[in-house]
């Protein structure tokens, strides 16, 4: 089992950048491929970007492609996502999740377990 917790998150203004960490306790998180969902205000959860075990291979959804980079460092049992030119509508909460079933996808029924999430808000 692990336990994942983020932090990062806050208000930054149209352009701006952020780095989200999300911490994670308990064994074995290098073995767990790892995801970034965020939930904008009225809408469904979004996938963002996933990550398998070791980190060497990545991927973003569209939306944020060129501006999102996933990482980890599993030394320091840390997910990473550095958000850059942030817009308003990458305001929401981001959730990161961690996965033992199906491989990395961007379906959340793949991810066993999630954090508690972060608001990050992109004002105009």
């Known amino acids: 089992q692990v336990q994942l917790g983020e932090s990062g998150g806050g208000l930054v203004q149209t352009g701006g950048s952020l780095r989200l960490s999300c911490a994670a306790s308990?064994?074995?998180?290098?073995?767990?491929?790892m995801g970034w969902f965020r939930r904008a205000p009225g809408k469904e959860r979004e996938f963002v970007a996933r990550?398998?075990?070791?980190?060497?291979?990545?991927y973003v959804a569209d939306s944020v492609k060129g501006r999102f980079t996933i990482s980890r460092d599993n030394a320091k049992n840390t997910l990473y996502l550095q958000m850059n030119s942030l817009k308003p509508d990458d305001t929401a909460v981001y959730y990161c999740?961690?996965?033992?079933?199906?491989?990395?996808?961007?379906?959340?029924?793949?991810?066993?377990?999630w954090g508690q999430g972060t608001q990050v808000t992109v004002s105009s």
């Open positions: 990550i398998n075990s070791s980190g060497g291979s990545t």
């Open positions: 999740a961690a996965g033992n079933l199906q491989g990395p996808t961007g379906w959340a029924r793949d991810y066993n377990y």
């Open positions: 308990g064994r074995s998180f290098s073995s767990y491929y």
